[in-house]
């Protein structure tokens, strides 16, 4: 398999997090795992159909796809005919793109665009991250992120921040807030903090040297225990700790 990501023009770096592609191995099929990460994306296929969602979805050629924000682990079948091409939106900027429905309707599901809202299938071929710069650049609704600045403290943190807080650094209440996390994320603000405070144990783990204990890794990160991380890890990834 072989994966590759780009940055989008500096323009949308505001709103864009990265384009991607993704090819399967002439030699190899398997079944590749996505982690939840709390954003939404857009995915098109140019190879062969490609089942995605636990097998509950077939992606097929030419069509672009809509992927909600996630708050479990999703797996999909890489075969050697794969091709496939993405966008990894930053949280909450759905919205600056698209009219849709509300970002909750689209947790965890992976759902066909329209063709209006479908990327063009020959201009994606001739060259797929300059086109996806102009597609965009001219789809732009709004230039403005209404939770950045929360998502903002629940990063800087690292999920570590109670939803109390959250609200009052930002001038809100905890019901406003619990609405438009719905609405412009797909996830409650508690599902999203922990989303970002379980990366970074995530990002802890692969980095840290083998005599780093878990415990500590776990208290590093706000968890109770080393049992508290190993079953958010479980519940994330379907992994323990030892197949990270």
Same mark, same amino acid.
């Given at each position: 398999?072989? !994966? ?7 323009? &949308?770096?505001?709103?864009?997090? /990265?384009? +991607?592609e ?8 398997? +079944?590749?795992? *996505? ?8 995915? =098109?296929? #140019? ?6 969602? $636990?097998?509950? *979805?077939?992606?097929? /050629? ?6 909600? @924000?996630?708050?479990?682990?999703? %797996?999909?079948?890489? %075969?050697?005919?794969?091709? &496939? ?6 949280p @909450? =900027? ?8 509300t ?14 809202n479908?990327?063009?299938? %020959?201009? =994606?071929?001739? $060259? ?5 710069? !102009? /597609? ?7 230039? $403005? ?5 929360? *998502? ?9 921040i109670s939803? *109390? ?11 406003? &807030? ?5 609405k412009?994320?797909? #996830? ?25 204990? #878990? ?8 968890? !109770? %225990?080393?049992?508290? #991380? ?5 519940? $994330?990834?379907?992994l323990?700790?030892? &197949?990270?």
């Open positions: 398999m072989n !994966y590759k990501k780009i940055k989008p023009c500096k323009e &949308l770096e505001p709103f864009i997090h /990265f384009y +991607w993704l090819k399967g191995h002439e030699l190899e099929s398997q +079944w590749e795992r *996505v982690f939840p990460d709390g954003c939404a994306g857009i995915v =098109t296929n #140019l190879g062969g159909t490609c089942l995605t969602d $636990n097998g509950a *979805v077939s992606m097929e /050629f030419g069509k672009t796809y809509v992927v909600g @924000a996630m708050n479990s682990f999703k %797996d999909s079948f890489i %075969d050697n005919d794969t091709h &496939l091409l993405g966008v990894c939106l930053k @909450a =900027t759905f919205a600056n793109f698209y009219s849709y429905a970002q909750n309707e689209l947790t965890n599901e992976t759902i066909e665009f329209e063709k209006s479908s990327f063009n299938v %020959d201009k =994606t071929l001739v $060259n797929s991250f300059n086109y996806f710069d !102009y /597609f965009f650049l001219e789809r732009i609704k709004s230039r $403005n992120n209404q939770l950045q600045s929360v *998502v903002n403290d629940i990063h800087s943190t690292n999920g570590q939803i *109390v807080e959250l609200s009052k650094r930002n001038f809100t209440t905890v019901r406003q &807030l619990e609405r438009n996390f719905k412009y994320i797909g #996830l409650s603000p508690k599902e999203y903090s922990n989303i970002i405070r379980f990366q970074n144990a995530l990002s802890i783990i692969k980095n840290s040297n083998q005599n780093r204990s #878990l415990l500590d890794i776990a208290f590093e990160c706000g968890y !109770y %225990d080393h049992s508290h #991380l190993t079953n958010e890890i479980k519940r $994330n990834t379907g323990s700790p030892s &197949l990270l």
